[in-house]
């Protein structure tokens, strides 16, 4: 009787204690939000300059093998209304009352590309369990290995842009995203939709490089004449020419939300009405990790409990096998 309850005040003394310390150990700080690394590569879309003549849907499509989409019952055309696990990249149209002036707010239409934002500190990495998703650290392109993917769809639950689409109607249904024409890099091109853009409204670059010619166009007078550079910002030849600068908003999207994305937009009509999301300057991806970890951390503690327990019952268990038969007192 002695020994059964030195054995539960053996254990409930221990129990006590393994969680007195889990508890302590499972308190995480939150990481920082990763930043951009310095040679990061991206893309500057600027709306003003966009006409909607949606080349570079069409040359994203041929960059990366995918099939036409109709939302046309002829179909005569590649008509693809939303990103998709076969569209990657899709020029919208924000419209409002008679539509009668380009980049007006009030009685004006816009245009808007949706394709991957190459964020600075992606969730969609963040959430992949198989590392299907990866962030190279050199170029910060957020690449997409179809071999190692499993089909979670974590990935499409995570991102806050509504990117990583999966191809619902395929047996070996993959993820489809941009990731920013790496596979043409090795043959002198880059990003298609850059390449093909007659306007220069999507440009590809260096992010840095990005960074600065956005900020040199938000410093201009409306309706002034600049340089407008097109292709490719940090190398090849100069395509530039001369044209109007816009009305533009006095943000850089992406400069900071999300804690930074590769692709930046400019744009004469509020983001958040042009279909872009607020978004905080931390990303989930710092958030829901540190929760995760923390949730780890604290499923150590039962583990802990349970562990110290069985020690204390073997021990106590082993002194009353030891224990002479006819000792004095035993039961
Ligand atoms: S190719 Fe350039 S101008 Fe044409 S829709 Fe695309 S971004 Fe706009
Ligand atoms: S936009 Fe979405 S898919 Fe692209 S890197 Fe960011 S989280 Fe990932
Ligand atoms: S970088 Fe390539 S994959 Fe990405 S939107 Fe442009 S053309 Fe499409």
């Known amino acids: 009787m002695n020994c059964r309850r030195k054995f539960l005040e053996g254990c409930l003394g ?13 308190r995480v700080e ?11 590569l991206g893309l500057l879309y600027d709306a003003t300059l966009c006409i909607g003549c949606k080349a570079c849907v069409a040359a994203c499509k041929q960059a990366n093998d995918n099939p036409a989409e109709f939302s046309t019952t002829d179909k005569l055309w590649d008509t693809p209304l939303d990103t998709s696990g076969y569209t990657f990249n899709i020029i919208k149209m924000y419209r409002s009352g008679t539509m009668a002036t380009k980049d007006d707010e009030t ?3 816009a245009f808007m590309k949706t394709s991957c934002m190459h964020c600075a500190d992606p969730s969609c990495v963040s959430a992949c369990p198989v590392t299907a998703m990866t962030k190279d650290p050199k170029t910060g392109i957020v690449a997409y290995d179809a071999e190692a993917c499993v089909g979670c769809r974590y990935c499409v639950v995570a991102c806050p842009f509504g990117i990583p689409k999966y191809q619902y109607d395929s047996p070996t249904g993959k993820i489809g995203k ?6 043409r890099y090795k043959d002198g091109h880059y990003s298609a939709c850059a390449e093909v853009c007659p306007t220069g409204a999507t440009l590809y670059g260096r992010t840095s490089d990005l960074l600065s010619e956005a900020k040199r166009r938000l410093a201009l007078k409306p309706g002034s004449v600049t340089t407008y550079p097109r292709g490719n910002l940090s190398g090849g030849p100069d395509q530039s020419y001369e044209g109007y600068v816009g009305n533009y908003k006095q943000h850089i999207y992406g400069e900071t939300e999300y804690g930074g994305t590769q692709v930046l937009k400019l744009s004469a009509v509020d983001f958040e009405k042009v279909g872009m999301p607020y978004l905080s300057p931390n990303s989930s991806a ?3 990790e540190t929760i995760q970890h923390t949730l780890y951390g604290g499923l150590l503690a039962p583990f802990a409990v349970l562990g110290v327990m069985t020690y204390v019952a073997k021990r106590n268990v082993h002194h009353e096998d030891d224990a002479p038969a006819d000792e004095p007192g035993k039961e």
């Open 107 to 109: 009685n004006g239409y």
């Open 178 to 183: 941009c990731e920013l024409c790496r596979h």
């Open 30 to 40: 939150a990481r920082d939000t990763y930043q951009r690394p310095p040679e990061a």
């Open 286 to 288: 710092s958030t829901s």
């Open 14 to 26: 221990a129990a006590g204690t393994a969680l007195v310390a889990s508890a302590v150990s499972v």
